[in-house]
């Protein structure tokens, strides 16, 4: 984990370290953590107890990586089944976890500017609604519009940064309704969803 400390420190990440899983436990209940890297083995449990527990918390959405130099197979398919985000060896730690450890941080980037964004959906299934409300509501997203139609969005002459398109509207073409947002609003970032 020397190395791991290394590149950390070297790109100004604050990291706290931990000697035990109950240890670790406590600082994630007491601290608001970003990203967990662990052993495969630790002193006051076994892994699976320790990412259970996790999980069992309200903070669940950290990533999670353990670092080993134990391949089992089995034993890495039972741990990403658990809920960790991926399964590094000690051999390949130094590129592993600068990929890993950049890639969380960039996805938290995204998220962020996501949850700041403003975003329109435009679909006219309801059950559909439900299910995108629901999923964005889990991550916090709760700046979205919510449309029937193209007609209603552009009767608001609300603009917005992101766009989510039912290609498929009653009445409507997806494919002109997204020529006329782009018209409108040439910056927006438009999904189009069939």
């Known amino acids: 984990m020397q190395n791991g400390r290394k590149y950390l420190k070297r790109k100004n990440y604050d990291y706290i370290a931990a000697d035990s899983f109950n240890e670790a436990y406590n ?30 918390m309200a903070s669940n959405e950290i990533p999670i990586f353990i670092v080993t130099s134990d391949n089992d197979h089995e034993k890495k398919k039972n741990l990403l089944n658990l809920g960790v985000f991926d399964y590094l060896l000690k051999d390949d730690l130094k590129e592993e976890i600068t990929k890993h450890v950049d890639a969380v941080f960039q996805d938290d980037e995204y998220m962020k500017n996501l ?62 309704l997204i020529r006329q947002i782009r018209r409108n609003n040439i910056n927006s970032s438009i999904i189009a969803v069939t």
């Not at 329109?120 to 709760?142: H, P, V, W």
């Not at 193209?150 to 009445?171: A, P, R, T």
């Open 27 to 56: 600082l994630i209940k007491e601290y608001d953590i970003d990203l967990i890297i662990t052993s495969l083995y630790g002193k006051g449990g076994d892994i699976e107890d320790f990412i259970k527990n996790i999980g069992y």
């Open 115 to 176: 949850k700041e964004a403003k975003i329109a959906i435009i679909d006219d299934n309801s059950f559909d609604c439900t299910l995108e409300k629901d999923m964005l509501a889990r991550y916090g997203i709760q700046n979205v519009d919510y449309y029937n139609s193209g007609k209603e969005l552009f009767n608001s002459n609300k603009k917005y940064d992101m766009y989510l398109i039912d290609m498929v509207l009653e009445n409507e073409f997806g494919k002109t």
